[in-house]
Nanobody, 115 residues
Framework: QARVEESGGGLVQPGGSLRLACAGS????????TSWYRQSPGQQRELVAN???????SYAESVKDRFTISRDNAKNTVFLQMNRLKPEDTAVYFC?????????WGQGTQVTVAA
């Protein structure tokens, strides 16, 4: 069954770092547009970062210069390196892989930034 699965969330202090992973199963992420989204309680889900098959990347303004999205084809995994984390980065982070009409969402991983 094709799916993506996130991992790597947790509790971190402000200014700290985390690396999230989105592993593909039954699909090849190197041919998908893969994105990280996040959603805080009471807020809409927002796009954080995206990487396309050519490895071109894009970021939300709020995370530019702090977050880096990358892909390891050998591991069939997309990473989100998050540095200089802020309390407002606290959210459930979701991975999405899209190819044409096909769209796969993971269950999400909680990131909490607090002292």
């Amino acid at each position: 069954q094709a799916r993506v699965e996130e991992s790597g969330g947790g509790l971190v202090q402000p200014g700290g770092s985390l690396r999230l992973a989105c592993a593909g199963s039954g699909i090849f992420l190197n041919v998908h547009n893969t994105s990280w989204y996040r959603q805080s309680p009471g807020q809409q889900r927002e796009l954080v970062a995206n990487i396309i098959p050519t490895r071109r990347t894009s970021y939300a303004e709020s995370v530019k210069d702090r977050f880096t999205i990358s892909r390891d084809n050998a591991k069939n995994t997309v990473f989100l390196q998050m540095n200089r984390l802020k309390p407002e980065d606290t959210a459930v982070y979701f991975c999405n892989a899209q190819l044409g009409r096909l769209s796969y969402w993971g269950q999400g991983t909680q990131v909490t930034v607090a002292a």
